[in-house]
């Protein structure tokens, strides 16, 4: 009798020793599938050094000690994947009207417009931490933290009311392992290139680029203990040699609630990429690409960058919004969005052209009047 049952809790220890192996080799997605198949995936599942591994791989500025300390203070790994592998989905993007726009400045007080001045003091730049990892086809080839927001102790009524913007490469961050320039050549995966006037032609290194590039941009807000993805993770669009022949621009982002902040009530996270070829020769040489702006700004259905305040109170509430694991509804909210803006652009257009002709149509009347009584 005592046999058996020693032979049984070793099966036991080694069965859960085996599924232990073989959980820990799984990526976040299948990892969270496994857990529902059975008992045991379940309980083993919930080891939080399962989670910090998946995060580790997918988020490499994961692995800094100030990031782990600051994971585990917000509920640990597996709640900081759950928040953050989902993209936001925003398909609440409601119809709006130029005119509407026009009597905002006039009818409305700025603590209307603007909301309550008193939740500036409940939301402070201190409180948001950036984690951002760029990977070029799965090699990471960037990775920064940046704790609170650049600008915004020091100089705090200037930051409020200024355009926001986050500049990675601008500031510096502590203990940072990627202080030096990130490039990317023909190691890395790139085509060689013979010139840019070929490179403008046939577009290689540009589609290359852009279906290699991955990037992740989560906010943390440390007060509320939440944290949120701003990233589309792979480009929403670009543009090839802007402003200068050799430089190529990824623009990433979603789309955020904005619904008791701004009358517009939905606004765009706006993060852009900009690639710059340093070294091209003749003949096939190795192209090198440098990596020399990762940014980010909050702009509203008109196009307009949010200040501060308003940005700080909008990533406050994208923190807790609606997130899908498929990457087909978050690009199907970025091009609601984008068409309903459109719209309000064309819209805008049409406006301002019947106001000139009306303009002009009443010049010549007044033309004609004078005309009439000088005769």
């Known amino acids: 009798m005592a046999t058996s049952v020693t032979s049984a809790e070793s099966k036991g220890s080694l069965s859960s020793d085996l599924f232990y192996d073989i959980l820990r080799r799984l990526d976040g997605a299948t990892l969270a599938s496994a857990a529902c198949a059975c008992e045991a995936f379940c309980s083993i599942s919930k080891e939080e050094k399962l989670w910090e591994n998946v995060c ?40 709006c009207r130029w005119n509407e ?65 986050i500049d990675l490469f601008t500031y510096s961050t502590r203990d940072d392992e990627h202080a030096g320039e990130v490039t990317l050549s023909v190691s890395d995966g790139l085509p060689p290139i013979t010139s840019m006037e070929k490179e403008r032609k046939d577009g290689k290194l540009w589609q290359e680029l852009r279906d290699g590039i991955r990037l992740s941009w989560i906010v943390v807000n ?10 589309s993770w792979s480009p929403l669009g670009g543009q090839r040699h802007w402003p200068t022949d050799k430089d190529f621009l990824l623009r990433f982002g979603s789309v955020l609630p904005a619904k008791d902040i701004l009358p517009c009530q939905a606004v765009e996270c706006i993060v852009l990429m900009k690639f710059r070829v340093s070294y091209t020769e003749e ?3 190795p192209t090198t690409l440098k990596l020399t702006e990762l940014s980010m700004q909050v702009g509203d259905m008109e196009g307009a960058h949010l200040n501060g305040r308003n940005s ?64």
């Open 283 to 285: 003949g096939g040489v």
């Open 101 to 165: 726009y026009l009597e905002y400045p006039e009818e409305l007080t700025e603590a209307e417009y603007y909301g309550d001045m008193d939740e500036i003091e409940i939301v402070a730049p201190s409180d948001f931490v950036s984690i951002v990892d760029v990977r070029y086809k799965d090699k990471t080839i960037c990775s920064k933290v940046l704790w609170g927001i650049p600008n915004a102790n020091g100089f705090p009524h200037w930051f409020y009311s200024c355009p926001f913007r």
């Open 222 to 231: 440390t007060k509320i203990k939440q944290a949120a993805n701003l990233s």
């Open 56 to 95: 580790s791989s997918m988020w490499p500025s994961t692995n800094r000690d100030d990031v782990r300390s600051l994971i585990s203070s917000i509920g640990g790994f597996k709640k900081f994947y759950a928040d953050c592998f989902p993209l936001i989905v925003n398909k609440e993007v409601p119809e």
């Open 312 to 375: 700080l109170l909008v990533l406050k509430e994208a923190l807790s919004c609606k997130r899908s694991k498929n990457y087909d509804e978050a690009l199907e909210s970025c091009q609601l969005y984008s068409k309903v803006q459109s719209e309000l652009r064309e819209e805008k257009m049409r406006n301002e052209s019947r106001l000139d002709r009306l303009y002009i149509l009443g010049g010549i009347m007044a033309c004609i009047t004078v005309c009439f009584y000088l005769w």
